[in-house]
Every structure is written in C-alpha cells, then in structure tokens.
C-alpha cells in the first residue's frame, strides 16, 4: 500500500505562488508515474501534471503550460508542484496519486493511490 499526503496549500493572490508537497510512504515508488489534480466544487477531477518515475519526463495540462512545475525526489518518495502566476479559476482541492507504471497519464482511473488533498485558494 501507498499512503500519500500533500501539503502546501492555502489562500494566495491573483498571479502569486504555491508550492505544493506530496509525501508518500508505505512503499519506494520505483518506477511508479506521479501525477497531480484538482478539483473545484461542482466540477470533475481533473489532470494537472504528471512526472514519471526517472523524472526526466513530465506532462501537463495545456491551462498550466509554462506557468506549473513538477518535479519528485525519489531519494525521499516526495513529489513537487510548484505553481506560479495562480488564477482565481485555479482554485480547488488539489490532489497527489500514483500510479504503479511508468507511464504518464492523464485518466484519473489509471491511478492507484490518493491523497487526502490540499485546498488551494485564489483570491482576485
């Protein structure tokens, strides 16, 4: 089992930043693709990023081209997204998975494992 937790959320102005954590425990994440999502109220979960496990490759949704980063210390099974120039739209729980294969996707069903979420707050 993998148990992931994210932390780093919180209230932040039009076009600030926020760097969001994502700890896993329970198991290396060898070879497992990370990815992050986001969910507004009343809205689906939606993809936001994915990192695989050598973390030479990433992805992202076409909204956060260029403005998100995300990145993984393997060494100490936690994943990174750094989010620059926030809109109020961004604002929803933001959410860390994995995914037992190294091969980045964007379905929210190919994930395993969940964490609880972050709020992520963007005020105008």
């Known amino acids: 089992q993998v148990q992931l937790v994210e932390s780093g959320g919180g209230l932040v102005q039009a076009g600030g930043s926020l760097r969001l954590t994502c700890a896993a425990s329970g198991r290396t994440l060898i070879r497992y693709t990370m990815g992050w999502f986001r969910q507004a109220p009343g809205k689906d979960r939606e993809f936001v990023a994915a990192?695989?496990?050598?973390?030479?490759?990433?992805y992202y949704a076409d909204s956060v081209k260029g403005r998100f980063t995300i990145s993984r210390d393997n060494a100490n099974n936690t994943v990174y997204l750094q989010m620059n120039s926030l809109k109020p739209e961004e604002t929803a729980i933001y959410y860390c998975?994995?995914?037992?294969?190294?091969?980045?996707?964007?379905?929210?069903?190919?994930?395993?494992?969940w964490g609880q979420g972050t709020q992520v707050t963007v005020s105008s």
């Open positions: 990192i695989m496990w050598s973390g030479g490759s990433t």
């Open positions: 998975a994995a995914r037992p294969a190294d091969i980045p996707t964007a379905q929210t069903s190919e994930y395993n494992y």
